[in-house]
């Protein structure tokens, strides 16, 4: 299915202490939590949605009852039952199923209304079908918890759409396959590595505290040791190196491939660097220059056959404590930040271009994008100052360092 027939997309995923769920499509219909519902680390990615009894996530997109439509995600219930319900229209008019599943256990639903047909799907089983004529007015998914819910909920895709996708594979197993085919990507202003024939084998610095600055101090001669600003720390710039690796089928081919990949990192200004390990909802995103030579290890081959060579790619991130926020939109949509502080906060909007030296009260920064896409908005400087956050945009990262 095409990321156009997405039209809710709930991962759960967003940063601790929020009050709604981000909805990850051009719609962005956020859910708001309320009575109680929280999000917690017990997920099959990410976060997940705890209804914790009675609490509630509510979203203004519904399940476009009058068109096809399909359904997934993950549940894990404290009970040995899911049952679903299907509503038509007049009094004691429904339809219900019920169906045993292992507790405490993830499990993945796919559900899928065609024409008069829904069929549901476990972990990419069939394991009902129901047929009817009459209009399908309502749809829920039930546990046996007589005072709310208990269950979690993880990874909510809304389609209007049950159309197929990779030749003649069911939906479930389209979608399945969105979650279990998740390697570690590499992207460098959006295009990914593997574009370029580069894999990354392994790498350093991508997580974790840089090395802190000194802090202030002062030797005073009347007083033992050292007076020291211990009130806030301060990091250095961040060193991320990456060990890849090259191949192409000649070696003409292969030097093409190189200068080409090279040739990105000696532009004037930062790239964009943005890793992918789990899903898109979560990347890590850095603003980065290349100041080292990337000398690529290999052997000439007296043939014209496979050539592979290594080398280590070696970034500096000069701003590593940053907020990261992502835009989804139409080509002309507009982003819009309004921020107190009273440190210089520089913003990178994702598409190249930049904001520098924002700071002040209730400072409000805007930026229209040219192009339909979803972009991660990079605020860098001393976060720790910000003192008053609005955004239209979803926030990824409150702190990212």
Known sequence: ME?????????????????KAFDFTLNRADAILTDGAFLTKDAKFGK???????????????????SDWTLSLYLKVDDDKIGWLINHSGIDNYYEKWLNVQRNEWVFFVFVRKSNTFTAYLNGVVVDTYISNDAFIGFSINDCSIGGSSALIDEV????????????KS?????????????VEY????????DYGVEVSDSSGIIGIPDKKEPLSVDWGTYH???????????????????????????????????????????DETRRLKIEYSGKTLPLVYEVMCMNAADVSKKWRYDDGLMVGTFQLKLIEYEP????????????????????????????WGDGSYTFNVSGNNQ??????????????????????????????????NKLL
Not at 3 to 19: A, E, H, M, T, V
Request: aromatic share 10%.
């Open 48 to 66: 997940s949605l705890n209804l914790n009894g009675g609490g509630k996530c509510q979203t203004t997109t519904g399940i476009p009852f009058t």
């Open 3 to 19: 990321n156009s027939d997405l039209i809710l997309y709930l991962p759960f995923d967003d940063p601790d202490g929020c009050d």
């Open 321 to 348: 404590v940053k907020r990261v926020l992502r835009h989804i939109g139409t080509a002309g949509s507009t982003a819009s930040i309004t921020i107190s502080s009273n440190k210089l906060l520089n913003i990178y």
């Open 171 to 183: 939906h479930s197993d389209v979608l399945k396959e969105q979650y279990q085919n998740r390697d």
């Open 157 to 168: 895709k809304l389609y209007n759409t049950t159309a197929k996708s990779h030749s003649d």
């Open 225 to 267: 040791g050292v007076a020291v600003d211990r009130r806030r720390t301060r990091f250095k710039e961040r060193t991320i190196t990456l060990n890849c690796f090259i191949e192409a089928q000649s070696k003409s081919q292969f030097i093409l491939k190189v200068m080409e990949f090279v040739n990105v990192f000696i532009k």
């Open 364 to 397: 409000t920064v805007t930026h229209t994008y040219e192009n339909e896409g979803e972009y991660d908005i990079i605020i860098a400087g001393v976060i720790e100052d910000i003192t008053d956050f609005t955004t239209d945009c979803i926030v990824i990262w």
């Open 187 to 194: 992207y460098v202003d959006g295009v990914n590595f593997k």
